[in-house]
C-alpha cells in the first residue's frame, strides 16, 4: 500500500525527535547530572532516584516502540476492525487504520521525550502531562474510529 504525506511527515518527525534526543544525549553525556528521577508517582512528583545511565533506557524504549509502531502499521490487513472491509473500502480503511498508528506513535514519541528531556531537568513532572496524554491518546483512538465507522 503506498504511503500518503500523513504517514511520511509523521514518521519524518518522530525520526528527528528520536535522532534530536540521541544525539543530545550522546553529544553532553559528560554533563549530564549524576542523579536523575528515576520514576514519578501518580502527581509528577519524583519518588526514586537514579543514575544518568537510566536516562539511556527512555530513548532505548522510545526507539523500540517506534519500530514496534512502524512494524505493526506496514499490516493493517491484520487489524481487527468491527466494520467489514470491501475491495471498495479496502483502500480507504487501511489509510485510516495506518494513519491511527501513525498519530498513536507520534504522541507515545513525544512522550518518551518530553520525558527525558524533563529527567534531564531534573524536574518533577507537570500535574497536566499524565492527563494530557492520556487524552490525546484516547481521543485520537475515538476519531479514527469514529472515520472507520463512517465507512461502512
Same mark, same amino acid.
Given at each position: 500500500?503506498?504511503?500518503?504525506?500523513? #504517514?511520511?511527515?509523521?514518521?519524518?518527525?518522530? +525520526?528527528? *525527535? =528520536?535522532?534530536? /534526543?540521541?544525539?543530545?544525549? !550522546? $553529544?553532553?553525556?559528560?554533563?549530564?547530572?549524576?542523579?536523575?528521577?528515576?520514576?514519578?508517582?501518580?502527581?509528577?512528583?519524583? #519518588?526514586?532516584?537514579?543514575?544518568?545511565?537510566? +536516562?539511556? *533506557? =527512555?530513548?532505548? /524504549?522510545?526507539?523500540?516502540? !517506534? $519500530?514496534?509502531?512502524?512494524?505493526?502499521?506496514?499490516?493493517?490487513?491484520?487489524?481487527?476492525?468491527?466494520?467489514?472491509?470491501?475491495?471498495?473500502?479496502?483502500?480507504?480503511?487501511?489509510?485510516? *487504520?495506518?494513519?491511527?498508528?501513525?498519530?498513536?506513535?507520534?504522541?507515545?514519541?513525544?512522550?518518551?521525550?518530553?520525558?527525558?528531556?524533563?529527567?534531564?531537568?531534573?524536574?518533577?513532572?507537570?500535574?497536566?502531562?499524565?492527563?494530557?496524554?492520556?487524552?490525546?491518546?484516547?481521543?485520537?483512538?475515538?476519531?479514527?474510529?469514529?472515520?472507520?465507522?463512517?465507512?461502512?
Amino acid at each position: 500500500m503506498k504511503r500518503n504525506k500523513y #504517514d511520511v511527515g509523521i514518521n519524518f518527525i518522530c +525520526l528527528i *525527535l =528520536l535522532f534530536g /534526543i540521541s544525539i543530545y544525549l !550522546y $553529544i553532553n553525556w559528560n554533563k549530564l547530572p549524576d542523579k536523575i528521577p528515576g520514576h514519578y508517582n501518580f502527581l509528577g512528583v519524583v #519518588d526514586r532516584w537514579g543514575t544518568n545511565e537510566e +536516562l539511556l *533506557l =527512555l530513548p532505548i /524504549i522510545g526507539w523500540i516502540v !517506534y $519500530i514496534s509502531m512502524t512494524v505493526v502499521g506496514a499490516f493493517p490487513q491484520f487489524y481487527q476492525v468491527k466494520i467489514k472491509i470491501t475491495p471498495e473500502n479496502k483502500d480507504c480503511v487501511y489509510n485510516v *487504520l495506518r494513519n491511527m498508528v501513525n498519530t498513536l506513535k507520534l504522541f507515545v514519541t513525544i512522550a518518551f521525550v518530553f520525558l527525558t528531556i524533563n529527567s534531564l531537568l531534573c524536574n518533577n513532572l507537570p500535574i497536566w502531562f499524565l492527563p494530557i496524554f492520556l487524552i490525546f491518546i484516547f481521543s485520537s483512538i475515538v476519531f479514527f474510529n469514529m472515520k472507520l465507522l463512517k465507512l461502512k
